[in-house]
Every structure is written in structure tokens, then in C-alpha cells.
Nanobody, 123 residues
Framework: QVQLVESGGGLVQAGGSLRLSCAAS????????MGWFRQAPGKEREFVAA????????YYADSVKGRFTISRDNAKSTVYLQMNSLKPEDTAVYYC????????????????WGQGTQVTVSS
């Protein structure tokens, strides 16, 4: 069982930056693949980024590639999402998620979810 708590969301102007954090409970964080997803009003939840348990493999959605960076600190049981050059279309609730084996871009493959943190980018 893993409990996830996101933080770091907020209101930012276009072109600005935010850093999201997701703190995990439990002593087996280093065994989990971690992902970030987002959901805008009226839209389906979409993949943003994912990182393997060791951090060796990383994937990004094309829409955020070059602007967002996912990272993890297994000693702190925390995964991060550094978001730069934010655009109004990045506005959404951002969720972190965890699963044991294999990186997937499909939200349905993830077993544990945080409560989400709102990111709003003004134009």
C-alpha cells in the first residue's frame, strides 16, 4: 500500500515555472514506477511523465517534452515535476501515481493515486 500526497500547485503567469512534489508513504518507494498525469475540466486524464524505479528510464508526453522534467529522490520517497515555460493549456489538476512494475502511459495501469494539486496558468 502506498499513499501519495502532492503539493506545489498554484497560480502562475504564462512563461513561469512551478515545481510539484509528490511524497509517498511506506518503505518500498524505490520499487515503484511513478507517473504524473493531469486532468483539465471536461477532459480525460492524460499522461504527462513517468520515471522508472531507479530513475534510469523516463518518458514524457510530447506536449511537455523540453519544458517539464520528472525526477525522484528515493531517499526522501518523493517524486518531482519541474514545469518551466508554462502555457495556459497546462492548466489542470495534476496527479501523481504509482505502480510496481513497468512504465505505462495509460492511467488505468496505475494502482495508487494522490488527491491532486491544481495548476492554473494565466495568459
Amino acid at each position: 500500500q502506498v499513499q501519495l500526497v502532492e503539493s506545489g500547485g498554484g497560480l502562475v503567469q504564462a512563461g513561469g515555472s512551478l515545481r510539484l512534489s509528490c511524497a509517498a508513504s511506506g518503505r518500498t518507494f524505490s520499487r515503484y514506477v511513478m507517473g504524473w498525469f493531469r486532468q483539465a475540466p471536461g477532459k480525460e486524464r492524460e499522461f504527462v511523465a513517468a520515471i522508472s524505479s531507479t530513475g534510469d528510464n523516463i518518458y514524457y508526453a510530447d506536449s511537455v517534452k523540453g519544458r517539464f522534467t520528472i525526477s525522484r529522490d528515493n531517499a526522501k520517497s518523493t517524486v518531482y515535476l519541474q514545469m518551466n515555460s508554462l502555457k495556459p493549456e497546462d492548466t489542470a489538476v495534476y496527479y501523481c501515481a504509482a505502480r510496481r512494475d513497468g512504465i505505462f502511459l495509460d492511467a488505468r495501469k496505475y494502482d495508487y493515486w494522490g488527491q491532486g494539486t491544481q495548476v492554473t496558468v494565466s495568459s
